[in-house]
């Protein structure tokens, strides 16, 4: 259903906007394409996608781990984002493991942690910029 949606919303952008139309356009046929393998076979798009996002999952988070160690002279609080991007990134390989039933299972869980994990990374960036803003009035 998603990417039905997300086909529909480039095709959407596609009558609007003058630049990277063509780019748009390939984006939403593509999209619905997946759409309809996903819809014909729902068991092997569950395993894909949940490859595909353990994989986005460990990407992300080498990356948060690089940004929050580089920030530590000016981040009073990196280590906090090194801990979350640390147990997201173990997350990750967990998710992209081979066995499926627990796999099955971390997918349903990961959802869950993942806006868990997006919400502490959240309120850790309000206070940055809260105690910015105080030292620059």
């Given amino acids: 259903m998603v990417f039905l949606l997300a086909g529909l919303n480039e095709f959407m ?13 390939v984006l939403g046929v593509i999209f619905v394409i997946a759409a309809i393998g996903a819809f014909a076979t729902p068991y092997s798009a569950f395993w894909a996608l949940a490859s595909i996002l353990g ?4 990407l992300k988070r080498s990356l948060d781990i ?18 979350t991007g640390i147990f997201e990134l173990i997350l ?9 039933p627990a796999r099955a299972a971390l997918i349903l869980i ?10 502490i990374s959240e309120i850790v960036l309000a ?11």
Wanted: charged residues 15%; positive net charge; proline residues 0%.
């Fill in 13 to 25: 952008i596609w009558t609007v906007r003058r630049s990277w139309t063509w780019a748009h356009f």
């Fill in 55 to 58: 994989f986005l999952l460990v």
């Fill in 66 to 83: 690089i940004a929050s160690a580089m920030t530590k002279d000016v981040n009073e609080l990196w280590g906090l984002g090194l801990l």
């Fill in 92 to 100: 990750g390989f967990r998710a992209s493991q081979q066995f499926f």
């Fill in 110 to 119: 990961w959802v869950g942690l993942m806006a868990l994990f997006r919400g």
């Fill in 127 to 137: 206070f940055q910029v809260r105690r910015l803003h105080a030292t620059a009035t």
